[in-house]
């Protein structure tokens, strides 16, 4: 059998590819969520950036390549973990004694599944324009204030900034764990790293829609 087809069959494979792509992730958010804060003291910055990434040409396009693979796959191998675990485990987790868990944990698969949703609107939102009225190509400053001056959208971005959040404190302690860089632990408080990278990143995304709930920007 092919070895990396071998590999991707097996748990430990497809849980070493959910870390990775899991990783690669939380680079781009840390990446979008620093450029997105711009709008809070300099928007031309982030009007400039949006600029910056359209004159790479080719290299965007493969890094948008490779990130849409990091999703297509992370989903795969979430998905196909969930079913093997569940067919591994045909009594349920309330009928068996209680463990070391947390909300992340026990929210990890309807928190994907949201996280995935938004993603989907994010994009008809702020990438294509087809949800945001008088959507301006390569300006996203003035797009973002366009959509999240709108309520609803603005408290749909929050709620799934708490989604994020769980998603990236579990998500990251697990992937920690799968590559070797952290062992497991009885007190999930204890796990500082992926603590301060959800409250960071999810926090900063968080605080441009508050912001504008608010009425601090407009």
Not at 35 to 40: D, P, W
Not at 197 to 216: D, E, K, Q, S, T
């Amino acid at each position: 059998m092919n070895p990396v087809l071998h590999f991707w069959r097996s748990t430990i494979g497809k849980k070493v590819v959910m870390a990775v792509t899991g990783l690669i992730g939380i680079g781009f958010l840390i990446s979008h969520m620093a450029s997105n804060l711009a709008v809070f003291g300099a928007p031309e910055k982030l009007d400039a950036y949006a600029l910056f990434l359209r004159s790479l040409g080719p290299l965007l396009w493969i890094a948008r390549a490779v990130l849409v693979a990091a999703v297509i796959l992370h989903v795969v191998a979430a998905v196909q973990l969930t079913r093997r675990s569940q067919s591994a485990r045909p009594v349920g987790y309330k009928a068996r004694d209680p463990q070391v868990s947390t909300l992340g944990a026990r929210t990890i698969r309807w928190g994907g599944a949201i996280l995935f949703a938004f993603i989907l609107f994010h994009l008809a939102d702020l990438t294509w324009g087809w949800v945001t009225p008088g959507f301006e190509h390569l300006k996203p400053s003035q797009n973002i204030g366009t959509s999240l001056r709108r309520w609803p959208v603005a408290v749909f971005y929050v709620l799934a900034m708490l989604s994020l959040g769980l998603h990236l404190y579990h998500g990251a302690w697990s992937s920690m764990r799968t590559l070797g860089a952290s062992k497991s632990g009885g007190d999930p408080l204890k796990r500082v790293l992926p603590v301060l990278l959800a409250i960071a990143v999810a926090g900063g995304f968080a605080a441009i829609p508050l912001a504008y709930l608010a009425g601090f920007l407009r």
